[in-house]
């Protein structure tokens, strides 16, 4: 089986953010990147899926050139395969054009399953993985916490407002991964040594213009400075005092 | 009159806050809301969904199971039967599964998890936090359809609507099955819907430290129990329970972050909460810089209080 894990380059999440000159742009400047936290969780099950159920993984990313550094950790944890749809402006693409990029090369493998993360931790759209699967018609099951899987279909459970949700599906599928799936692997050295050996493909994707246009990017107003009531128990009928005369919540 | 599809979730036909609002968000850009409802009891929606603005519904029948891309593929249909100019629903499970569908069957950009949404001259305007927060980005639609989720507790429920004209329409069915659900216990409500949301961390100590923070979430009544993740990840509070960027994002009428240190990771989830209380032993924890109100003290000595008091301000009302 054809295995695809969607991957992003992200900025780490403690990273302070500053917005560029132009006022609608992130300023991309002393940011560190990782791979998106939940697309290690698609990684994870793609090469769980493989020890399974045979077939290879490839790690796909659709980014700028320096995204090898993250695919080739992904090769050393096992992926067979690493593709980078080249494009500089990665960043401002929006999940449109992305997921129809992604698809176009998910054709051109012959994949028949593909793992993306829940959401990317840089827009936080989640949105790619269900786009994807409507673009190339297959079926979906998103913020995956459990799944099992054959080589036709499977069962999984997903997390809602209502409770733990089960679901059944045919394969060709695209499954996106809920922290709870699985604890990703690290490295191991034999695997590390190998990934040195393995190329990493660059291809450009299909070009396709974006449907959205940003007009703004600014950092949200502070909280208005609030106070300390007090210290201990002692301070509890100042809380309530507050929060019944001043804040109105009681 | 140009119309706006908006999907709306219930429970046997009483329709979820977080939609109502979805509903009044579509109403206040002056378009048609039409509101798409499916599953058992949807056709007893009509009467709420009305009242809070529906000039039309559409109930979905038939299937003997709910399918996401089945219901993607009835939403586009009525997108395109009613030649309606966006699609909304809350940014639920349910409506983040269903955007990127309906987008991309649809082929236009999704726009998830807004916290405004407007319309002018036909073009629609909104904006969304991005970065876990930590910034807010304004974007134009110029897709022919706006597809769009919308934050829950952001946007105010329509009131004093006429009866909707009420239409079925069976369902197209689609490839995956939700084959069952599992309730949660005693209907205990989600964080993301609770008005009152009392979150414990580390602070707590071990699993059982959490019966304090139990115990002050059942005397506000209307309460639900969070929780960090380092609490989750040490297995004393399930996943589900998780504020945060890498779990849900709550906003509130009152918070209360008991034994959390404030993590960015932590904020990303809450700060958007009307109010917002910390009690930490640690006068300088992070979590003190957005907390309205704080009270420096040991978790164990002042919940119990708090409690009480509570309780009797409860009493009382
Ligand atoms: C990619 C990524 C994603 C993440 N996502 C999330 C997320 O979604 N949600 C999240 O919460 N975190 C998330 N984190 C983790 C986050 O960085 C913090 O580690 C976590 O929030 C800390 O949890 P805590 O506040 O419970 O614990 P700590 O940071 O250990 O804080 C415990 C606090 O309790 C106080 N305390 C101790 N004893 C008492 C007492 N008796 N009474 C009162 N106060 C007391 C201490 O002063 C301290 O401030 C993420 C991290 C990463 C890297
Ligand atoms: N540029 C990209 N390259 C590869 N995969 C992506 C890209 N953007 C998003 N994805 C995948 O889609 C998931 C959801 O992304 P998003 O819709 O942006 O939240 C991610 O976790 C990835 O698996």
Redesign the interface.
Known sequence: MKIIACVKRV?L???L?K?SADGAS?DPTGLVYSLS??DDLAVEEALKTKEKLGGEVTVLTLGASDASKELRECLAKGADHATILLDPAWAAR????T?KALATRILELGAELVFCGRVA???????????????LG??????V?KLELTATGG?AE?????????????LPAVITCD??LNEPRLAGLKGIMAAKKKTIDETKPVDIE???????????AA??A????????A???A??D???NE?K?? | MTSILVFVEHRDGTPRRASLEALGAAAATGLAPIALVTGPGAAQAAAPLSAAGAKKLVVITGGDHYSPDGTAADIAAAVGAHAAVAFVAAASSAGKDLLGRVAGLLDCAPLADCTTFTCSGGVFTVQRPILAGKALVTVQSQSKVCCATLRSNTFAVATGGGAAEVTTVATKGGKVKVTGVAAKGDAKLDVKEAAVVVSGGRGLREAAGFKIVEDLAAAFGNAAVGASRAVVDSHWRPHSEQVGQTGKTVAPQLYVAVGISGAIQHLAGMRTSKVIVAINKDAAAPIFKVADYGIVGDAFEVLPALTEAVKQAKAAN
């Open positions: 900025p999440t403690d990273a953010v917005v992130i936290f939940y929006d999940a449109r054009s997921a931790t840089d827009r936080d759209q989640s949105a790619v993985g269900t786009m994807l699967s409507s673009y297959w079926s979906c099951v998103t913020d916490t069962t997903r997390e809602t407002e209502a409770g733990i949700e089960t679901l059944a599906f045919s922290k709870g974006s449907a959205v246009k940003v007009l703004k990017v600014e950092l949200p909280r208005k609030g106070r300390i009531v007090g210290q201990g128990a301070a509890v009928p809380l309530m507050a929060l019944r804040a919540v009681l």
